[in-house]
């Protein structure tokens, strides 16, 4: 029999090498390499032994018929949104986020709802106790709900309990990396404990057809914590986002192997618990009558909903001699850079002398290549003071010749903007605009878009 051998797993990445080292030669961290106990096939024994010994499997066509999975609705319509229509059966959902964002407490009411509606659910936590997840029940007014609670940290434990009678339909695991399994050498945390743990986990959940929902831990850089391998075993994936001084929590799907990656789930925190928003705009819109300089109000897409978001740009003159600052909030750096490139070169605007400084109102963070438009509206009006119209928007990307392109989902965006008051859009000159009742002003140049702001 081979003698096993010692391996190094990196806690970070969960790259394997042969030799110890201070810094992992894959992601560059330091200090990140842990043994991992394991045997380890030689090659010659893994290029002999796979050959023989195994089962026919049998295989299908890609036109045979398959029934769509069932699904389990939550009852809350933002997070069914972000899964696709609910939990699947049998399927296995990783949620991450930062701490205190709001995880075991979306959960908590997802899971009430759930039990409340005849489903039975199993909610285990490895970082607090039954009395603390009954006492947090009850502030939200949950404490009725016939809810299986649980505080555990032994997969094993954990497996026999769920395996002695009829399985959950939906079972939650607070959180993976406080899970441990007797079959691996190590602390719970650790690449080789959360890969074997989650392996057991989604094993049973597959076998017993239970909806399963581990809850992961993130890194400072915002990745869920632990080996990269464990989003690749799940089915989907949902980063619970948000900034604690704002009250806004957005749950987005960044895996999913049922439904869409480009739906979102909004939610407002409140004294009893997260709150549904039906209308997202409402959180990032400023409420005012009067235009004040350096405002655009820009319809941003998440998946398929629109969300009215606020450009707000200041501009600074400074003394000759001093270095201008660019400072960002919600938007991309690099982005702004080109787009105040592109107002200089192509424009003849000159901000080298002035300080900028671009936010996105109400913490919203814009991903979106259709706000070049917005934000260089924003730009413009800052720099000559000359406001743009409160009832209207603009959208487009703009490339670094110049050139106001068309983006997706125009007509979805006018028409969001429509229902909540505003008659006037600034969109690029080959926007489809599918009967919008708003006036448009289109644009298939900037320096022309730049001249309709300054009134030329």
């Known amino acids: 029999m081979a003698k096993p051998r010692k391996r190094y797993v990196c806690q970070q990445c969960g790259s394997v090498t042969g030799q110890w080292a201070g810094q992992c030669g894959d992601c560059g961290d330091w200090n990140t390499l842990v043994e991992d106990a394991g045997a380890v096939a030689t090659p010659f024994q893994a290029r002999h032994n796979l050959q023989s010994g195994g089962r026919s499997i ?5 036109d045979s018929d398959i029934p769509l999975p069932d699904r389990m609705a939550t009852g809350i319509s933002e997070l069914d949104r972000a899964l696709g229509g609910g939990f699947v059966e049998g399927s296995a959902t990783l949620i991450g986020g930062d701490p205190g964002i709001g995880k075991s407490t979306l959960l908590l009411q997802a899971t009430a709802k759930l039990a409340l509606a005849g489903k039975s659910v199993a909610y285990v936590s490895g970082e607090e106790a039954a009395d603390q997840v009954r006492l947090r029940a009850r502030r939200l007014g949950l404490g009725n709900a016939p809810v299986q609670l649980a505080a555990a940290t032994s997969v094993r434990d954990i497996l026999t309990t769920l395996g002695e009678g009829e399985a959950p339909d939906l079972l939650v695991i607070d959180s993976i990396q406080t899970m441990h399994s007797d079959l691996i050498e190590g ?7 959360v890969r074997a743990s989650s392996g057991e986990l989604i094993r049973f959940a597959k076998e017993r057809g239970t909806a399963l929902v581990l809850v992961g831990h993130v890194t400072k850089d915002g990745s869920i914590a632990g080996p990269r391998v464990l989003e690749h075993m799940v089915d989907t994936v ?3 986002e948000g900034e604690r001084s704002h009250q806004y929590r957005i749950l987005r799907a960044v895996k999913n192997r049922f439904g869409g990656t480009d739906e979102i789930g909004v939610f407002s925190m409140a004294t009893e618990g997260l709150a549904e928003v039906s209308n997202p705009s409402s959180l990032f819109l400023t409420s005012r009558d009067e235009s004040v300089t350096g405002t ?9 909903r629109p969300v009215l978001v606020e450009v707000q740009a200041l501009t600074v003159r400074l003394a000759s001699g001093a270095t201008p600052r660019r400072a960002v909030v919600g938007w991309d750096s690099g982005r702004l850079a080109m787009i105040l490139a592109v107002l200089e070169a192509r424009c003849g605007l000159a901000f080298a002398t002035s300080e900028v400084y671009l ?7 814009v991903q979106d290549p259709a706000a070049d438009l917005a934000v260089a509206a924003a730009l413009v009006s800052a720099l000559s003071e000359r406001p743009v119209a409160t009832d209207a928007i603009a959208f487009g990307e703009v490339a670094l010749s110049g050139e106001v392109r068309p983006v997706a ?3 979805l965006r006018l028409k969001e903007a429509g229902k909540l008051g505003f008659g006037r859009a600034m969109v690029p000159g080959a926007q489809a605009a599918d009967g919008s009742s708003l006036t448009l002003s289109t644009f298939r140049s900037l320096p022309a878009f730049v001249d309709h702001m300054l009134g030329r």
């Open 409 to 411: 989902h125009g007509a």
């Open 58 to 62: 049998q295989l299908s066509g890609l």
């Open 296 to 304: 655009v109000v820009f319809p941003a897409l998440e998946g398929t």
């Open 238 to 240: 949902l980063a619970f």
């Open 187 to 193: 602390a719970p945390g650790t690449v080789s404990q």
């Open 359 to 365: 936010n996105i109102a109400g913490g919203y963070r």
